[in-house]
T-cell receptor, first 113, second 114 residues
Framework: GESVGLHLPTLSVQEGDNSIINCAYS??????FIWYKQESGKGPQFIID?????DKRQGQRVTVLLNKTVKHLSLQIAATQPGDSAVYFC????????????FGKGTTLSVSS | GAVVSQHPSRVICKSGTSVKIECRSL??????MFWYRQFPKQSLMLMAT?????????EQGVEKDKFLINHASLTLSTLTVTSAHPEDSSFYIC??????????FGSGTRLTVV
């Protein structure tokens, strides 16, 4: 059978739909969070970030929500487009500037037209 | 904006040989460089942190004698995979803090060991 955790979960949506990608983070002391988009064979591409003193931040077509109580992040993409198809990772930084980002498991977003 | 140039982008090597991966910060000084490894359909896993002028810090389970890291200057960090084996085949990515809260990533190196 399939081993849990070895493969990225997939979210499949139709073009024009809104997408919500979720992420659970591990460290309650993390003070800064970033969502990245990664296309095949490339490095991560910054989408949006949020600090721990906020619970919502909006960008162009994207919104990040932070729930520190349950250590949960979500990325909302409005009017999803085929070009949004990629793997999405959340990353957290422990409570100190310049420390390494720790990445979550990731979600594959597949957008069909 | 800040740029980290990573080379090579792809490399194929024979088992038992060593491969060096370079990451250069082009328009900023990178006193710290983070090295990640990513297996297919998995997340980025932090391997080690290099600091200019001092020894690298390795994450638990990463062999420091196999993955040699050198941070010789404020703009260059290298990762050498020594005595490479097929299980070392992976996507290696570097990242540096680049001002404020930002992080700049290299474009990655696809290593295939045959």
């Amino acid at each position: 059978g399939e081993s849990v955790g070895l493969h990225l979960p997939t979210l499949s949506v139709q073009e024009g739909d809104n997408s919500i990608i979720n992420c659970a983070y591990s460290n309650s002391a993390s003070d800064y969070f970033i969502w990245y988009k990664q296309e095949s064979g490339k490095g991560p591409q910054f989408i949006i970030d949020i600090r721990s003193n906020m619970d919502k931040r909006q960008g162009q077509r994207v919104t990040v929500l932070l729930n520190k109580t349950v250590k949960h992040l979500s990325l909302q993409i409005a009017a999803t487009q085929p070009g949004d198809s990629a793997v999405y990772f959340c990353a957290e930084r422990a409570n100190q500037a310049g420390t390494a980002l720790i990445f979550g498991k990731g979600t594959t977003l597949s957008v069909s037209s | 904006g800040a740029v980290v140039s990573q080379h090579p982008s792809r490399v194929i090597c024979k088992s038992g040989t060593s491969v060096k991966i370079e990451c250069r910060s082009l328009d900023f000084q990178a006193t710290t460089m983070f090295w990640y490894r990513q297996f297919p359909k998995q997340s980025l896993m932090l391997m080690a942190t290099s600091n200019e002028g001092s020894k690298a810090t390795y994450e638990q389970g990463v062999e420091k004698d196999k993955f040699l890291i050198n941070h010789a200057s404020l703009t260059l960090s290298t990762l050498t995979v020594t005595s490479a084996h097929p299980e070392d085949s992976s996507f290696y990515i570097c990242s540096a803090p680049s001002g404020g809260s930002g992080y700049t990533f290299g474009s990655g190196t696809r290593l295939t060991v045959v």
